[in-house]
Nanobody, 118 residues
């Protein structure tokens, strides 16, 4: 039983900043990877940023503006979003991935709305 809960979304003006948080609750799990995806209406979820084994990966559209960080002890992951643009408006989803018995398990949060508008 894994539940991922996102927080920190909201309305921000272009050029502003937000920090998204995601924490796992329920039974204890360890994840080899955690990340953030986003989706606009009618579109597929797309990777924003991920972290695994101390390395990070970012979508080209957010490089230099967003930063992902993780607290392994807390099973938490964060996304610092700076210099926000209207194009960043989306629902942001937390993702966590675990390997158990040679099987990949993906877990998803409910999503948090980020709106960038003047």
């Amino acid at each position: 039983q894994v539940q991922l809960v996102e927080s920190g979304g909201g309305l921000v003006q272009p050029g502003g900043s937000l920090r998204l948080s995601c924490a796992a609750s329920g039974n204890s799990f360890s994840f080899f990877g955690m990340g953030w995806y986003r989706r606009t209406p009618g579109k597929q979820r797309a990777l924003v940023a991920s972290t695994s084994g101390g390395s990070t990966n970012y979508a080209d559209s957010v490089k230099g503006r967003f930063a992902i960080s993780r607290d392994n002890a807390k099973n938490a992951v964060y996304l610092q979003m700076n210099s926000l643009k209207p194009e960043d408006t989306a629902v942001y989803y937390c993702n966590a991935r675990a390997w158990r018995g040679g099987v990949v398990y993906d877990y998803w949060g409910q999503g948090t709305q980020v709106t960038v508008s003047s």
